[in-house]
């Protein structure tokens, strides 16, 4: 995702939760900080109790480095639960009212489908993960 106008650089670590986010991202100098999570979350809180801890981790990475873009990249949809897909479905609608409103951005990652998720149904197949790439690439192109 690098050019010569931007150099990414990532870091993830599977199954981190939203909270490890902020003690991962710490301070530094970044223009922009993209932030992708709440699948690992929403089975075990409310949906608006993660979508204001979302926000509450958004706020406080955006305190550690206050000249950064802070950007949420909305969760994807999931097939391995009825219940589970409902849940990220109210934190997405939640946070796209609620992220520009405190000032972030959203990716909303509409465009990966459930034919986009492996045979678990939670995880990306190769072309959803061309699709996220792809999501990524045309907003950190625009910064």
């Given amino acids: 995702m690098s050019n010569s106008h931007h150099t990414v650089n990532k870091d993830f670590k599977p199954g981190m939760k939203i909270r490890e986010a902020v003690q991962k991202t710490g301070k530094n100098d970044s223009d922009v900080i993209i932030i992708h999570a709440s699948t690992n979350?929403?089975?075990?809180?409310?949906?608006?109790?993660?979508?204001?801890?979302?926000?509450?981790?958004?706020?406080?990475?955006?305190e550690n480095n206050p000249r950064a873009k802070i950007v949420y990249s909305a969760a994807f949809r999931r097939k391995d639960?009825?219940?589970?897909?409902?849940?990220?479905?109210?934190?997405?609608?939640?946070?796209?009212?609620?992220?520009?409103?405190?000032?972030?951005?959203?990716?909303?990652?509409?465009?990966?489908?459930?034919?986009?998720?492996?045979?678990?149904?939670?995880?990306?197949?190769?072309?959803g993960v061309r699709k996220f790439a792809g999501n990524l690439i045309q907003f950190i192109k625009y910064c």
């Fill in 41 to 62: 979350n929403v089975s075990k809180t409310s949906p608006e109790e993660l979508s204001e801890e979302i926000l509450a981790t958004l706020d406080k990475i955006q």
């Fill in 81 to 127: 639960s009825h219940e589970l897909n409902a849940k990220i479905c109210q934190v997405n609608k939640i946070l796209s009212e609620d992220i520009p409103a405190h000032g972030f951005d959203i990716i909303p990652n509409e465009n990966i489908l459930f034919s986009n998720l492996s045979n678990d149904g939670l995880h990306l197949n190769e072309g």
